[in-house]
């Protein structure tokens, strides 16, 4: 029991000096003098202490006393009467101890019981209420065991035969079943249980500065009615006697255990509710569900009456029309065929068409080609030799130019000759002179045509005639010889060193072979084929060197053909090539094969007539068809070349911006490692204090901040000063001024976030803030709950002023509000509305007094009506923003009319809230002014506190450009604006696609828009649409804004027309980023 | 058999979002196994592999699955008793404003929106709303942006719109042929339509009022926390949410944020 131990010892010291004094009276005076009677007293004095047997005690000792003092002195003479005196005496000192020791056993019980009840009514009191299982663990355990002086605690509930952890005191959970051991003895046995003299590692009592080792552990179990309901374990540094804990743990455990079985009741309850809340939707869902279905069969059961009469209807005719049908199809089958088979021709013949029409074209340029070159010398000479300078032209010249054009002139004779020839071949005009030719003759003939060109180039020339060669073959002498004539003209022109032989071979098929060799330049195989045609030599660049029309070869296959044979090349490149014209040895009329080109026209294609290995159409066909394919695959590449424009031009952006970036990151990173290498020793009054009111200065320019500290010292503030946000941002905590002046352009971060994180912190919310820098955001700092804004430079008066209003602002208590409103009796009601304690409010009744109003005084908020006698609240909003001397509180606008979109548009810039008057307007309007009073305690959207929070320093890249922002939510508008703004862009705002249209009909100015998807009238991307349609706005850059996140979303806004998209809800910075790569350079 | 049908339908939803972006994974699963078992019958499947190969390889098939997946059944001014509280104790508050956005989610086939326009209407309110009505389904989008019901239904809509306070006749607000009555354009001025997914998609707009009725019963409770969350975000301070006759905001994690306006209404106050 843990009553407290006072003090005995007087007490004791007491009993004895009083024993000691009676009897030393008793000693000294006569026997008769009943002084024994007072050796009652020390008796009757030990009730007061609290060993039950003490009493007896002290009698035992008083009687030894009073037999002393009868004694004593021992000469005394003891009259009997004396001696039964004091055996009356020593009975009444004996039944007084009897008394004495009854009291005080009533007593100790008395104190047990109350000890315990007292317990118990802790413990109930700890439990009242609709407690959790937890809590009513936790809050047991703690009063039990501060109660008992217990130092360790835990408590477990008993489920289906398995301990719980509900809560621990000093003790971390620990209830895997394996730990149960002795808890769940006791929970399945019900007996409490109390070990003693636990070891030393058993368990530790700890403290920040110590630990110790329980000595006792007591498990008892918590009954509800009889039931255990889990077991109560508790560990104590102390040992001895625990029986009375015992017995508050036995009657404290039934409140416990009571507690603990409703908290589990009420917890199966909520389960059960919420059960039956999932049933009630479950079965709402199957209600619905069958709507539909029954819905759908209802349709379904009309659509089937109707369709089955239709289908009855039906049915017959289709009987009827059956029958015409299958005649029809037949002849409509047989139709089909012939139109396809027509179909075919015709595909045929316009292919054919085609490809003749584009020989044609192509001989035809080849041929003016090659007729213009000639007379394009033979032009230019003749005019000079026409001209007035031909008179001063010495004799050689004027021949050599004759003779150029003469060369010229021969050039075209043959070269129309060779047209000529050729057209007739191939047209089929061929006169066939056909006789018996003698092979030697040919061949001499040839021979010695060529053998002084030999001569004349240094070539060697040979002749062979291989062994199976016939004597003589009948065919048309004069065409064979052209074709061998062409052939080793050829062969000679083309060769600079080295022969030309001429074989002469049988074969078995009745032909003979001219295998003309040469040594010379050779053709590349892939234009071995191309030499053949007209005009084509195998380089384009050879007939410069070479000469010659381009037509020989051509001339020369058709005429083999002609023969009866082919012509075929054989050739490597840098060796020589070998002609070969194999011609038939008995040519007859009829065998001469009719040009297949022939009626393909005149351009006609060598190629065709050759029989030889190499197909030529095919390259033709292919080439062709190739045409469209390499214009499609050029359209292509222009397109592949846009979109590698694009790309660079996308991959330029990136590069911009990265550097850009990365520059931007190094600063900030240079502006860190500059603000944290620069110990932030703050200036100022921090150390010696003059004054009780201390003022922050925030100011990087040192000499106004030095200029600012004087005036502090002058008006009785001590003064502090910083340079960067970041250590005001500090000291405004460390030091909890009782004032800030604060500047906008810091070199770490913009006044306006400091101010804002100032307002944001509970701990500095309350410093009044004014605001001293150049006029470019007074409403916003206003709005963020700053005291004032002087305009930089500063007046010596104003700063007195801004001293002032900082000081006014300290000694506000309560809450100011100012109403406006030119109707009295409303101004009358609606401040008897708003009374309340802490509430101050002055009423105005127009625009002059409201100015008058709050230029001189600072309100916590303001209730305006728009319809003054004086002016508009518009104009009363407009002065007030105008900034200077007056503050500007928050607004809420409680008007009688309705607003135009226009009006509430222009509203909104300076209040968030207006109120209409109607039925529950008063209710609104306390709600929102109650809201205002305590603004800084309530916090702000956490998206619209992130915006503000990441507001930034002015930025180069925003500084003056247009952003045209299409959105109709206020709230965004609002965010949006407070981020953009501040970095230097100016934002136009229009409310949905359509406005926006007008407006860029109106202004084009625009850098970048950033377009909501989601609005009224026009929506977000049919406004992209029509943007994308104008010409003059086709590169003007896009970012949609959308609450829809998905891949497919994505891809219409792209399609749309939209640069880029941002997923709602905003991340600011990925937006400024998107900004910065989409802001035209 | 069960078993397996679960990994099915499980295969099919998750199919579903990554083919076609429409997120029904956290539907209620027996709703969506009783709505997937009659769409197997429509399509003539015989297990849900079948339908999703179906729904997977042709977009038309997973458009007509849309209106599966979805419970379209609405009708005018259901349930009177709740546009009568709207009158009586949302309106009045909304009047307040200079200008009112009110959102109905999980518009269906529009009768929701319609009747809430007439209500506007007539408490001539409309002028200064604008109603933003969002679903997933774009055909039913494209129903309710139509206003066009079919004749044989109107006479319960009147019905209903009479018990629920109405202050004329419907038929002051639809134009009538033979077979359909067509609701006044003038009314469709105020309304947006838009396709909008409370399962993927995040808040547009501040809204006042926001309806969303009979449609937190399809989803499992976690989305149902997250369409309440996005409700929380878009309405303004004291803003009003309605809910359907059986939903309860109750076990939802906005359960602290909002306070009860109309208990049997399931209309309820943001904080």
Redesign the interface.
């Given at each position: 029991m843990i009553i407290e131990k006072k003090d005995e010892m007087p007490l004791f010291v007491g009993i004895a000096v009083l024993s000691a004094l009676i009897f030393g009276v008793d000693v000294v005076t006569e026997l008769g003098v009943a002084v024994w009677v007072f050796y009652i007293i020390p008796v009757t004095l030990s009730v007061f202490q609290r060993n039950k047997y003490l009493p007896v005690f002290i009698a035992l000792v008083e009687m030894v006393l009073i037999v002393l003092g009868t004694f004593l002195p021992l000469d005394n003479v003891i009259p009997l009467r004396n001696v039964i005196n004091r055996s009356f005496g020593v009975i009444t000192i004996f039944a007084t101890a009897a008394l004495a020791t009854q009291v005080i056993g009533a007593r100790i019980k008395a104190q047990g019981l109350a000890w315990l009840q007292e317990g118990n009514a802790t413990v109930a009191k700890d439990l009242l209420g609709e407690q959790s299982v937890e809590d009513v663990g936790r809050n047991a355990l703690y009063a039990l065991a501060r109660y008992v002086d217990a130092q360790l605690g835990a408590i477990h509930r008993l489920e289906r035969g398995a301990l719980t952890w509900i809560g621990g005191y000093a003790c971390e959970r620990n209830d895997t079943p394996a730990s149960a051991g002795l808890a769940l003895e006791v929970a399945s046995h019900g007996e409490p249980l109390v070990v003693r003299e636990l070891p030393d590692n058993y368990a530790a009592v700890r403290s920040t500065v110590g630990q110790g080792q329980p000595r006792t552990l007591i498990l008892a179990p918590v009954r509800a009615e009889g039931r255990i309901q889990g077991v109560v374990e508790l560990a104590f540094l102390r040992q001895g006697d625990f029986s009375d804990v015992l017995g508050l743990l036995a009657g404290a455990g039934e409140n416990i255990g009571v507690a603990l079985r409703s908290a589990m009741y009420r917890e199966h309850l909520r389960d059960l509710l919420?059960e039956t809340?999932r049933q009630?939707?479950?079965?709402?869902?199957?209600q619905?569900?069958l709507?539909?279905?029954n819905?759908e069969l209802e349709e379904q059961g009309r659509a089937l009456r109707e369709s089955q009469q239709r289908l009855e209807h039906q049915q017959t005719d289709l009987i009827q029309s059956n029958t015409q049908l299958e005649e029809h199809t037949s002849r409509l089958e047989r139709q089909k065929r012939d139109l396809l088979k027509a179909q075919h021709a015709l595909e045929i013949n316009a292919q054919e068409l085609h490809r003749a029409n584009r020989y044609k074209s192509e001989f035809l340029a080849n041929m003016s080609h090659e007729l213009r070159t000639p007379l394009n010398s033979s032009l230019i000479l003749s005019q000079m030799l026409a001209g007035p300078k031909s008179v001063t032209m010495a004799a050689e010249e004027i021949q050599r130019y004759a003779r150029t054009i003469h060369a010229s002139n021969s050039d075209l004779l043959s070269l129309i000759n060779d047209i000529l020839d050729l057209s007739k071949i191939e047209a089929g005009h061929v006169d066939m002179d056909t006789g018996v030719v003698s092979l030697n003759g040919l061949l001499e003939a040839v021979r010695q045509m060529f053998e002084p060109i030999a001569a004349s180039k240094n070539l060697g020339f040979r002749v062979i005639v291989e062994n199976n060669a016939p004597p003589t073959l009948t065919t048309d002498r004069s065409k064979l010889q052209q074709v061998l004539k062409n052939l080793l003209a050829n062969a000679f022109k083309f060769t600079e060193q080295g022969e030309v032989t001429l074989t002469v071979a049988g074969s078995s098929d009745g032909r003979v072979s001219f295998a003309v060799a040469d040594t010379g330049i050779g053709i590349p195989e892939h234009q071995q084929d191309v030499i053949f045609e007209a005009f084509r030599q195998a380089d384009g660049t050879t007939s410069r060197k070479y000469g010659g029309t381009g037509l020989g070869l051509s001339i020369s296959r058709e005429l083999t053909r002609v023969l009866g044979g082919e012509l075929r090349v054989r050739s490597t490149p840098g060796q020589g090539s070998t002609f070969t014209a194999e011609v038939s040895a008995q040519l007859d009329q009829a065998t001469i094969a009719p040009s297949p080109s022939a009626p393909k026209g005149a351009g006609a294609t060598p190629h065709d007539a050759s029989v030889s290995g190499q197909p030529s159409g095919a390259p033709a066909t292919e080439l062709a068809a190739a045409r469209p394919a390499a214009v499609a695959a050029a359209g292509g590449a222009t397109e592949a070349g846009a979109a590698a424009r694009a790309g660079t031009g996308a991959f330029s952006f990136a590069d911009h911006a990265l550097p850009r970036n990365s520059a931007a990151a190094a600063a900030a990173a240079a502006a860190d490692s500059v603000a944290n290498m620069v110990p932030a020793a703050p200036r100022g009054d921090v150390q010696d204090r003059q004054f009780d009111r201390l003022v922050l200065v925030i100011e990087d320019d040192q000499r106004f901040a030095d200029i600012l500290y004087e005036v502090a010292h002058e008006q009785g503030f001590d003064c502090v000063l910083s340079a960067n946000g970041a250590d005001a941002l500090r000291l405004a905590r460390e030091l909890r001024p009782s004032g800030i002046l604060l500047d906008i352009g810091l070199p770490d971060q913009s006044g306006l976030s400091v101010l804002d994180q100032i307002k944001r912190d509970p701990a500095t919310r309350h410093i009044p803030i004014h605001m001293i820098s150049v006029a470019d955001h007074v409403q916003t700092a206003l709005e963020l709950g700053a005291v004032g804004y002087a305009v930089k430079p500063v007046a010596r008066e104003e700063l007195i002023a801004a001293f002032a209003k900082v000081e006014e602002k300290l000694q506000t208590r309560a809450r100011r509000i100012l109403v406006v409103e030119d109707d009295a009796t409303l101004r009358e009601s609606i401040a008897l509305l708003l009374q309340a304690d802490d509430v101050e409010i002055t009423m105005c009744g127009t625009v002059a007094q409201a100015l008058e109003a709050v230029a001189t005084h600072t309100f916590d908020c303001m209730v305006m009506d728009l319809m003054l006698p004086d002016a508009s609240g518009y104009d009363l909003l407009e002065q007030m923003a105008s900034g200077g001397k007056y503050a500007f509180p928050p607004v809420i606008v409680y008007t009688g009319r309705?607003?135009t979109?226009d009006?509430?548009t222009r509203?909104r810039r300076y209040s968030r809230s207006?109120?209409?008057?109607?039925?529950?307007?008063p209710?609104?309007l306390v709600?929102e002014v109650t809201?205002f009073l305590h603004r800084v305690e309530a916090s702000l959207?956490p998206d619209q506190q992130k915006l503000l929070l990441q507001a930034r320093q002015r930025d180069a890249v925003f500084e003056g450009r247009r952003i045209l922002l299409v959105e109709?939510?206020?709230?965004?508008i609002f965010a949006l604006s407070s981020v953009l703004e501040p970095l230097g862009a100016e934002i136009i705002v229009t409310r949905n696609g359509r406005e926006a249209l007008d407006f860029l009909a109106r202004d084009s100015a625009v850098d970048v828009v950033l377009m909501?998807?989601?609005?009224?009238e026009m929506?977000g991307l049919t406004a992209t649409r029509e943007i994308r349609k104008q010409a003059a706005l086709r590169d003007l850059p896009i970012i949609a804004l959308?609450?829809?996140?998905?891949?497919?979303?994505r891809k219409n806004c792209l399609d749309a027309g939209a640069n880029d998209y941002i997923?709602?809800?905003i991340d600011i910075d990925k937006l400024v980023s998107l900004c910065r790569v989409w802001m035209p350079k | 058999m069960d078993a397996i049908f679960d990994i099915e339908l499980k295969l099919l939803l998750e199919g579903v979002y990554l083919r076609?972006?429409h997120d029904f994974r956290g539907y209620?699963v027996?709703?969506m196994r009783?709505?997937v078992q009659?769409a197997m019958e429509h399509f003539e499947c015989a297990s849900v592999s079948q339908l999703q190969e179906k729904v997977l390889h042709q977009p038309a098939i997973f458009a007509q699955m849309l209106q599966y997946f979805t419970?379209?059944?609405s009708e005018m001014f259901r349930d009177p008793t709740y546009f009568r509280a709207l009158r009586e104790v949302v309106v009045?508050?909304l009047?307040?404003?200079?200008?009112v956005k009110l959102w109905v989610a999980g518009c269906s086939s529009g009768e929701e929106v319609w009747s809430l326009a007439i209500l506007l209407e007539e408490e001539d309110l409309l002028s200064?709303s604008?109603i933003?009505a969002t679903d997933i389904n774009p055909d039913a989008l494209r129903a309710a942006e139509s206003g066009i019901y079919p004749l044989d239904r109107i006479a319960q809509f009147s019905k209903n719109y009479r018990a629920a306070g109405g202050k004329g006749s419907l038929s002051d607000y639809y134009t009538s042929n033979l077979h359909d009555a067509r609701f006044d354009r003038r009314l469709r001025e105020?309304v947006?339509f838009?396709?909008?997914?409370l399962a993927?998609?995040?808040?547009?707009?501040?809204v006042h009022f926001i309806s969303c009725r009979?449609v937190?019963?399809?989803f499992n409770r976690e989305l149902q926390n997250r369409a309440t969350a996005l409700f929380h975000?878009a309405l303004v301070?004291?803003g009003f949410l309605g809910l359907?006759?059986?939903?309860?905001l109750?076990?939802t994690g906005q359960a602290a944020q909002f306070v009860e306006v109309d208990r049997n209404e399931r209309i309820y106050q943001r904080l």
């Open positions: 919420e809340q009630s939707e479950e079965l709402q869902t199957q619905e569900e709507r539909v279905s819905e309705a607003l979109r009006e509430e509203l207006i109120i209409i008057k109607g039925a529950k307007s209710e609104r709600d809201l959207p109709d939510d206020v709230r965004n909501d998807l989601m609005m009224p929506d959308t609450a829809k996140a998905m891949v497919d979303d997923a709602k809800p | 076609y972006q209620a027996s709703s009783r709505r009659q419970v379209q059944v009045p508050v009047k307040t404003y200079p200008s200064r604008l933003y105020h947006v838009a396709d909008h997914s993927t998609d995040s808040v547009f707009s501040e009979n937190l019963i399809y975000e301070r004291r359907g006759s059986k939903e309860s109750r076990y």
